[in-house]
Nanobody, 123 residues
Framework: QVQLVESGGGLVQAGGSLRLSCAASGRTLSTYAMGWFRQARGKEREFVAVISRSGAATYYTDSVKGRFAISRDNAKNTVYLQMNSLKPEDTAIYYC????????????????WGQGTQVTVSS
């Protein structure tokens, strides 16, 4: 069992940056690959990025490649999502999640979820 808590969301102008954090408690975070998903109002939850248990491998959805960077610090039991060059279409609730499946992009394969943090990008 692992508990996840996201932080770092907020309101930012287009072109700005935010850094999301996901702090874990319970089991050691290094047991899991970690992903970020987002859900905009009226839309389905979508995959954003995933990082392997060691941090050696990452994968991103096309719309954020080159702008977002996922990282992790297993010693601090924390995962990060650095978001640069933000666009209004990035506005959503962002969730971190834990999976035992390597580099999964499918939300049904994630067993543990945080409560989410709101990111709003104004134009």
């Amino acid at each position: 069992q692992v508990q996840l808590v996201e932080s770092g969301g907020g309101l930012v102008q287009a072109g700005g940056s935010l850094r999301l954090s996901c702090a874990a408690s319970g089991r050691t975070l290094s047991t899991y690959a970690m992903g970020w998903f987002r859900q905009a109002r009226g839309k389905e939850r979508e995959f954003v990025a995933v990082i392997s248990r060691s941090g050696a491998a990452t994968y991103y959805t096309d719309s954020v490649k080159g702008r977002f960077a996922i990282s992790r610090d297993n010693a601090k039991n924390t995962v990060y999502l650095q978001m640069n060059s933000l666009k209004p279409e990035d506005t959503a609730i962002y969730y971190c999640a834990a999976t035992t499946t390597l580099l999964s992009t499918t939300h049904s394969e994630y067993a543990y979820w945080g409560q989410g943090t709101q990111v709003t990008v104004s134009s």
